[in-house]
Nanobody, 127 residues
Framework: QVQLVESGGGLVQAGGSLRLSCAAS????????EAWFRQAPGKERESVAG????????NYADSVKGRFTISRDSAKNTVYLQMNSLKPEDTAVYFC????????????????????WGQGTEVTVSS
């Protein structure tokens, strides 16, 4: 079992930056593919970014490419999402997710591929 806890959300003005953190605990001895998703009220959940368990492959939604960066600090069992040039349309609850994987390079961006989910952290971007 893996537990995930997000943090770092908040209110920021358009053009500003935030860094989200996702701390993993429990069965973190296994290789984990991890990703960030977001969901705005009344909207479908959408993928944001993902990182392979090898830490060498990344996947980003087109809407955040060039603005968001996903990274991992393996020593801290923590994945980060650096969000720059934030836009009002980035407003959502952001969730981190993880899945055990035997593929060091695969980074699925479908929510159904992930087994563990955090509770979410809210990001609000004002115009």
């Amino acid at each position: 079992q893996v537990q995930l806890v997000e943090s770092g959300g908040g209110l920021v003005q358009a053009g500003g930056s935030l860094r989200l953190s996702c701390a993993a605990s429990g069965r973190t001895d296994s290789h984990l593919t991890e990703a960030w998703f977001r969901q705005a009220p009344g909207k479908e959940r959408e993928s944001v970014a993902g990182i392979s368990w090898s830490g060498t492959r990344f996947n980003y939604a087109d809407s955040v490419k060039g603005r968001f960066t996903i990274s991992r600090d393996s020593a801290k069992n923590t994945v980060y999402l650096q969000m720059n040039s934030l836009k009002p349309e980035d407003t959502a609850v952001y969730f981190c997710a993880a899945a055990a994987s035997r593929d060091p390079w695969n980074v699925p961006m479908e929510g159904d591929k992930y087994d563990y989910w955090g509770q979410g952290t809210e990001v609000t971007v004002s115009s």
